[in-house]
């Protein structure tokens, strides 16, 4: 297991996609630290719109994998956290009313995003390997019993890579093809003084 990283840039670079899991299972005290850290995400109108299905079934975890649409996984994670897509109840704890209407439906997936990065990050802080897995919704909704306007949005593989296994290389767009000063396509970063 590695150190924890000592800043978060340390860690969010070492924050990779695992594809190879050893067997090795992840202890209960770490899967509690990793889902607080999912539960205090932000989202907006703070409308939490996420359930956790922690799930260590092996058979399970084969089956939900398999409903995966791409990604070359050689092993299973030992555990799976499957974040599922809530609607908003007018009654939930923290919930903020004002002009909700106007921005749920296009926050509400995006808000699933914030939960998943704080439950990777907390995992790789803990020095256990992740992977973010897109299921076909209706097979892992039929595979873990949720059924209305609920949706098995995203998988997390959670466990521990194996040394010197398959892993993609970290390739980002350079930060001159994606940062602009004041105005979209402006590169000249503004001289003051
Ligand atoms: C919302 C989301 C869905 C993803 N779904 C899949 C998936 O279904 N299969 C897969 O192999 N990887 C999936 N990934 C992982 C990405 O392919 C991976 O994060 C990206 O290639 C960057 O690699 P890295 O995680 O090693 O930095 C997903 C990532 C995100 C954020």
Redesign the pocket.
């Known amino acids: 297991m590695l150190a924890p990283p000592p800043n978060f840039l340390v860690l969010v670079r070492q924050?990779?996609?695992a594809y190879e899991f050893t067997a090795q299972k992840v202890n209960s005290e770490s899967i509690q630290k990793i889902l607080e850290a999912g539960r205090l995400s932000p989202s907006s109108h703070n409308s939490q719109p996420w359930s956790f299905i922690i799930v260590t079934d092996d058979a399970l975890i084969d089956k939900l994998m398999k409903t995966?649409?791409?990604?070359?996984?050689h092993t299973n994670p030992p555990a799976l956290i499957a974040i599922v897509l809530e609607p908003i109840y007018e009654n939930q704890p923290g919930l903020l009313k004002e002009s909700l209407a106007k921005f749920t439906e296009s926050h509400r997936y995006l808000n699933i995003?914030f939960a998943?990065s704080n439950i990777v990050n907390q995992a790789t802080y803990l020095g256990i390997d992740s992977?973010?897995?897109?299921p076909v919704v209706e097979q892992a909704n039929k595979l873990l019993g949720i059924s209305g306007k609920k949706e098995a949005i995203?998988l997390v593989g959670l466990g521990f890579g194996k040394k010197s296994s398959f892993?993609?290389e970290?390739t980002r767009k350079n930060f001159e093809d994606i940062v602009y000063y004041n105005l979209y396509g402006c590169k000249v970063r503004e001289q003051h003084g």
């Open positions: 924050r990779k996609t995966c649409v791409y990604g070359n996984f995003g998943a992977c973010i897995l897109s995203l892993s993609h970290k």
